[in-house]
């Protein structure tokens, strides 16, 4: 059964760059037909979709975040990232990956990310 | 961007209950609307994709209907486990959103 973990810092600075990696067991990120997806939530509050990447290496993203949003995958470690940059405290929330395929339908546990000096 | 409106914001109801939650969208999704129940500390599970359709494991207590702009999850008889938050979701265009939320709690 699939299974997704993210993994990096639960801490960041303000100014500088947010970088989360996605590992995905029990299935292959090159499998046609699904949707790697960022989302997050802040602390207290509902959900926001930050973007995905396809599986042809393809990538949308929520247009809120878009200039300071890059998702990418490395298909050799069966991986996909988020490097958000030049956060703020608005950023703070617990950061989760998922797959889409018609919805979100594997989810990480998540991540918290405390953007904080 | 789509806009995702559920009510109410808190259901207060009793086990064995039935619940009615509703997500109203500001245009047309078709029928690309999906629901997931959260749990505090846990990731969402997706319950509902395409308005009626029930994902795996979710039990036949949970049912979707709706299209277009108007959305219902019901559950047809509270079970313990099931008093947490529900949220929608679209697809129909993006920058995919997620409704505000309905929290079904013990009344």
């Known amino acids: 059964q699939m299974q997704l973990q993210e993994s990096g810092p639960g801490l960041v600075k303000p100014s500088q760059t947010l970088s989360l990696t996605c590992t995905v067991s029990?299935?292959?990120?090159?499998?046609?037909?699904?949707?790697w997806s960022w989302i997050r939530q802040h602390p207290g509050k509902g959900l926001e979709w930050i973007g995905y990447?396809?599986?042809?290496?393809?990538?949308y993203y929520n247009p809120s975040l878009k200039s300071r949003v890059v998702i990418a995958a490395d298909s050799s470690k069966n991986q996909f990232s988020l490097k958000l940059t030049s956060v703020t405290a608005a950023d703070t929330a617990v950061y989760y990956c998922?797959?889409?395929?018609?919805?979100?339908?594997?989810w990480g546990q998540g991540t918290l990310v405390t953007v904080s000096s | 961007e789509i806009v995702l409106t559920q009510s109410p914001a808190t259901l207060s109801l009793s086990p064995g209950e039935r619940a009615t939650l509703s997500c109203r969208a500001s245009?047309?999704?078709?029928?690309?609307l999906a629901w997931y129940q959260q749990k505090p500390g846990q990731a969402p599970r997706l319950l509902i994709y395409?308005?009626?359709n029930r994902a795996t494991g979710t039990p036949a207590r949970f049912s979707g209907s709706g299209s277009g702009t108007d959305f219902t999850l019901t559950i047809s008889s509270l079970e313990p486990e099931d008093f947490a938050v529900y949220y929608c979701?679209?697809?129909?265009?993006?920058?995919?959103?997620f409704g505000g939320g309905t929290k079904v709690e013990i009344k």
């Open positions: 998922a797959r889409d395929e018609d919805a979100f339908d594997i």
């Open positions: 029990g299935g292959s990120i090159s499998t046609g037909g699904y949707y």
């Open positions: 990447i396809f599986d042809t290496g393809g990538t």
């Open positions: 245009q047309s999704v078709n029928s690309y």
């Open positions: 395409d308005a009626s």
């Open positions: 979701q679209q697809r129909s265009d993006w920058p995919l959103t």
